[in-house]
Nanobody, 118 residues
Framework: QVQLVESGGGLVQPGGSLRLSCAAS????????MGWYRQAPGEERELVAT???????NYSESAKGRYTISRDSANNKVYLQMNILKPEDTAVYYC????????????WGQGTQVTVSS
């Protein structure tokens, strides 16, 4: 069972930055792809960025140029550096991972709240 714990959220000013962290309790499990999602109030959860075990990244249109995803594969951690934050970035941010031969999807964690406001 892969468990995910997100951290690093908080209140920031527009134009500011945050770095989110996700720790995956996945001993002896290979995480093929890790990613970040977000869910704003009243909206569907959306994919923000992904990174493969080889370091190949993919970003949503809103994230590209402002967000950077990275991972520490040895410790099963994934990070999201968010710059030039906007009020519309306000959401609960979640991480997730695909793992194993069947490319399974992990259970959701509790997420971490990001609020961008002046």
């Amino acid at each position: 069972q892969v468990q995910l714990v997100e951290s690093g959220g908080g209140l920031v000013q527009p134009g500011g930055s945050l770095r989110l962290s996700c720790a995956a309790s996945a001993t002896m499990i290979s995480l093929k792809v890790m990613g970040w999602y977000r869910q704003a109030p009243g909206e569907e959860r959306e994919l923000v960025a992904t990174i493969t075990s080889d370091g190949v990244t993919n970003y949503s249109e809103s994230a590209k140029g402002r967000y950077t995803i990275s991972r520490d594969s040895a410790n099963n951690k994934v990070y999201l550096q968010m710059n030039i934050l906007k009020p519309e970035d306000t959401a609960v941010y979640y991480c997730n991972a695909r793992y194993g031969a069947g490319c399974k999807f992990a259970d959701w964690g509790q997420g971490t709240q990001v609020t961008v406001s002046s």
